[in-house]
């Protein structure tokens, strides 16, 4: 019998309100997330965001989204979330990436459809090695939380670069329907969603939260019962 117990991590990004924050802790999130990009509808400042992540509990990880940002931005976010893991999300260099001197995730930006296999993941994952983890994005205009998925069988999962188990989270339009499937596809070491458990853009909803760390766990109790 297989004891192997699996439990993908769950990140909840683009978080707006104090109440969304508590919602999300509550719900079983790992991690959440605050986008520093001011074109997002999701859009907060670094001083919101600091007195949105001043809520969270110890080990709920808040993650801080950048796009093309200045150096001093990125600083300054920095300094109103300390604990934050950072997220580059624009066409930053592995160098830009670095410069930050902080744990950070870089996203993929993957074409949706058929061009999705034109993507050179493993070229991307060599060349952002430093990344804590590497995070599958859909290719959408504005730089995510566009509600779309890129084709889940475009990629060798298998391969070393990426299932170092740790390496890879999953986003781009999930939601509590889908993100089983995502999961035992990819076998990510987590989820990220969005819009997937939206009323509108920026404003969560709890129950939608709740049906997602439902259908998250759901995927894993299939994988724990894998030989």
């Not at 991690?31 to 670094?46: E, I, M, N, Q």
């Amino acid at each position: 019998m297989n004891t192997h117990h699996h439990r993908t991590r769950i990140k909840i990004c683009g978080l707006t309100r104090e109440n969304d924050v508590d919602a999300a802790v509550s719900a079983g999130a790992d991690a959440v997330g605050f986008v520093l990009y001011d074109k997002s509808p999701r859009y907060v400042t670094p001083q919101r965001a600091g007195e949105l992540a001043r809520r969270l509990p110890p080990f709920v990880t808040p993650v801080l989204l950048f796009v093309n940002a200045s150096p001093e931005y990125v600083s300054q976010g920095s300094r109103a979330v300390p604990q934050a893991l950072l997220q580059f999300h624009g066409d930053e260099s592995p160098a830009e990436c670095a410069a930050a001197g902080r744990p950070y995730m870089r996203a993929a930006r993957i074409p949706t459809g058929s061009h999705g296999k034109d993507f050179d993941l493993l070229k991307y994952a060599e060349d952002h090695r430093a990344a804590q983890a590497i995070l599958l994005d859909a290719l959408v205009e504005g730089y995510g939380g566009g509600g779309q998925s890129f084709d889940w069988t475009a990629f060798p999962w298998s391969h070393p670069l990426l299932n170092a188990s740790s390496r890879l989270v999953l986003s781009g339009g999930l939601t509590p329907a889908n993100v089983t499937d995502g999961i035992l596809r990819v076998r990510p070491w987590a989820v990220d969603v969005s819009s997937g458990v939206e009323m509108s853009k920026g404003i969560k909803d709890f129950d939608k939260m709740l049906a997602f760390v439902a259908a998250v766990r759901a995927a894993d109790a299939q994988i724990s019962r894998l030989p």
